[in-house]
Every structure is written in C-alpha cells, then in structure tokens.
C-alpha cells in the first residue's frame, strides 16, 4: 500500500515540489486479487478493474490498465504471449500486455464477454454466459471478435458456473451444485461430482489449484475436495476433525 501525503505551508515557509508518476488513487474498499500469471517474460495481476505489470527493476508492481466502467475483474490467463482478463457480463474481455491493451469489439451475441478463462493444451476456453463454455476453433485469433468460438451447454440443470480448470488435458468446470468434465478425449461434458443439487451456493468449486496430478477446489461450507480425472476425494473432515 502506498501513502502519499502532501503539507502546504500557508504561513510563509518554503515550497515544497512533490513529483511523481503514473499513481493510480481508488477510494474504495480493497481490490480482490483475482489472479497473477507470466506472459511473454512479464508478470501480470488483475486486481478489481485493474491489471498490474511487476516491475522487476524497482520490485512494485505497476499500474498498466483499469476497465473504464470500474467493472471488477473476474478471471485472468496467459494464452499465446498475451494476457487475457474477463469482466463477466458488466464489460467485455480485454487482451494485450503492458503498454497496449484492447477491449475486444462489440459482438451480437455475448462471445465478447468473458467469466473465466482456461487454457487446455493449445485451446483457450471461457465462460460467457451461466451455462455455457466456448472454446476457440484452433486456427482463430482470440484478439478478433469475429473468430470462432464455438459453444457447448455444460449442464442441463441451469447450475451457474463458478470456475474453469484444466486437468490433465482436460477441462472441468465447477458450478454452484457441483463437477462437470470434459475429459481428455471425450467428445462431451459429463457430470463427475454433484454434491449440492439441493444447496447450491456460488462460492462452491470457486478457487482452487492442481498439485501432483490433482485438482483441489474449496466449497463454500468449510470444505475441500480433489479431483485427478478418475475419481473424487472429500478432504472436508480434515476441518472438522484435524488429527
């Protein structure tokens, strides 16, 4: 946190010059921290309706880009060298790196928009809309809003859509009543984890990581499952009953 504080003496003492550069003043409650990733030798943080570049040199980071309605950041990903942030439905995604940002173009439709972000292999996903996914055709540019994204449902029951991961070259997708994959090699989308049909709740399967072959995904009653492809762990008696 940087605090700049400015004194002007009004009863006769010396000037004081205060200089400074690119300082970017929000009077607001803290930014959540959606996200840091690497592109093109650069690190890059959306942090509410900004995106920060680390500036290795003097060990801050640096503002580079702030969404111009101050809609909140909801996923960020590295695709290509490029950096990609979603807005959800409030404003459409932006991609570039430092020093040269683009809002992609108004489309019909809601391809522009962007909830989360995913890159399995060599294929970037998001989530546009609270059911849907999309995934880029693999010869198409994601900087041009007519490329194509091609759509598939992810479930059937309207569950909204809380997070997108890669696992083990394939994708899952958490929602607010549970898993669903698409596994490395098959051709659809199949629920694998459907705890919560009668809770759902949108911080379920909202944050997680992957370490040793496993996806780890929080839920939101104090809880913590694992996913490796092939089954399901429930590690959430851990937090109720440590050892």
Do not use: C
Request: charged share 20%; no cysteine.
């Amino acid at each position: 946190t940087l605090f700049l504080e400015v004194r002007l003496n009004d009863v006769g003492g010396e000037d004081i010059t205060v200089y400074y550069d690119d300082v970017v003043f929000r009077f607001a409650e803290a930014d959540a921290v959606v996200g840091v990733v690497e592109a093109a030798g650069n690190y890059y943080m959306a942090a509410g309706p900004s995106i920060y570049v680390y500036n290795t040199t003097d060990t801050f980071w640096e503002h580079s880009f702030t969404e111009t309605g101050g809609t909140n950041a909801t996923s960020i990903v590295s695709y290509r060298d490029k950096v990609y942030v979603g807005y959800g439905a409030g404003a459409r995604y932006v991609y570039g790196t430092d020093g040269s940002w683009t809002q992609v173009a108004s489309v019909t439709g809601d391809s522009d928009l962007a909830f989360y972000f995913a890159v399995v292999g060599d294929i970037l996903w998001k989530s546009n809309s609270t059911v849907f996914v999309e995934h880029l055709a693999e010869t198409a540019d994601p900087a041009l809003p007519t490329s194509t994204w091609i759509g598939e449902r992810v479930t059937d029951n309207g569950s909204p859509i809380t997070s997108l991961n890669e696992l083990n070259g394939g994708l899952v997708v958490g929602t607010e009543r549970g898993l669903v994959a698409k596994l490395r090699f098959e051709p659809e989308f199949q629920p694998v984890y459907t705890p919560f049909e009668t809770s759902p709740d949108s911080e379920n399967f909202q944050r997680g990581d992957k370490k040793d072959g496993w996806l780890y995904l929080t839920t939101a009653k104090q809880g913590l499952i694992r996913f490796n492809g092939a089954r399901v762990e429930d590690l959430s008696r851990y937090f109720v009953s440590p050892r």
